[in-house]
Structures are given as structure tokens and as C-alpha cells.
């Protein structure tokens, strides 16, 4: 069952994603609106266009990398949610930023290159998903391994 949930989970996915992501801030919590992005079976978060490694948010997830987010969704007109909870970490991999940097067109926009050091890529590692089913008043706990 969880294989099948967390199929129906991942196809509401788009390359790109907006969604609220929840990072600790001390012992508070810190909500912003970012893009989940969704490639090759990864999830990431690009950030840092105003202050590279130093903005709060990476500070935060330095800190604490603990994170949850939210991606509200809609079928036939119905409306639920997807709530992941996880870990975010500080991607290093030159590769993949490039590849991230290419495919997500609005990075040219914010960074001048992959290498440019206030172009910070974030690794989300979901570990489990509360799913609010579009229309049914219903809510399905789910982890991942």
C-alpha cells in the first residue's frame, strides 16, 4: 500500500514546484515560499541569491536540518495537500548543480553561472508524507525509506 500512496504522491510533482517550506530558526519555526524542484527521483531547493551560503535559511538548515514543506494540490477540482517532513543538506556536487543551473530556466535570472558562489542547491530527503486526499476529507501517513 505504501508503494502505491507514494506513487500517487510523487505524480503531483512538476519539474518545478511552489511550495512553503518550514525550516527551525532557534526554537521557532521559519515558513517561506520556495520552488521544489523535482528531477531524476530528487528533490531540491535552489537559494542564496541574496547572500549565497550566509541567508538565513542555509544558516538555519546548518543548524538544524530539519525541514517539512507543504505543496497544496488539486484533482478534478478538489483540493488537498502533501506535507513532507525530512532533512534538507547543502549540495557540493558540481555535476548537478550544472545540471540543476541548466534545466530551471530562472536560475540564469538570479546567478550568473552554476559556479557562482551565492548559487546554493538544497537536497530535501523526504522521510515521510502526510497526504490530505483531494476531495475526501481523508489523511494517509506514509514513510519512506
Known amino acids: 500500500m505504501d508503494d502505491e500512496v507514494l506513487k500517487e504522491i510523487e505524480s503531483y510533482y512538476n519539474k518545478e514546484n511552489l511550495i512553503a517550506l518550514a525550516t527551525a530558526d532557534g526554537d521557532q519555526p521559519c515558513v517561506r515560499v520556495v520552488t521544489l524542484i523535482s528531477l ?6 535552489i ?9 538565513a535559511k542555509v544558516r538555519q538548515i546548518k543548524e ?3 525541514v517539512a514543506f507543504v505543496l497544496q494540490i488539486q484533482k478534478e477540482g478538489k483540493i488537498g495537500n502533501i506535507r513532507g517532513e ?5 549540495i557540493d556536487d558540481p555535476e548537478l548543480k550544472t545540471q540543476i ?8 535570472s538570479y546567478f550568473k553561472s552554476p559556479e557562482d558562489p551565492s548559487y546554493v542547491l538544497l ?3 523526504v522521510r515521510s508524507y ?3 486526499i483531494p476531495g475526501t476529507g481523508r489523511r494517509v501517513m506514509v514513510s519512506v525509506s
Open 64 to 66: 538544524n536540518p530539519n
Open 101 to 108: 543551473f541548466k534545466e530551471i530556466k530562472w536560475t540564469e
Open 86 to 90: 525530512g532533512t534538507a543538506s547543502i
Open 130 to 132: 502526510q497526504y490530505s
Open 47 to 55: 537559494t542564496g541569491a541574496r547572500g549565497g551560503a550566509n541567508t
Open 40 to 45: 531524476d527521483d530528487g528533490l531540491f531547493v
Open 123 to 125: 537536497g530535501i530527503n
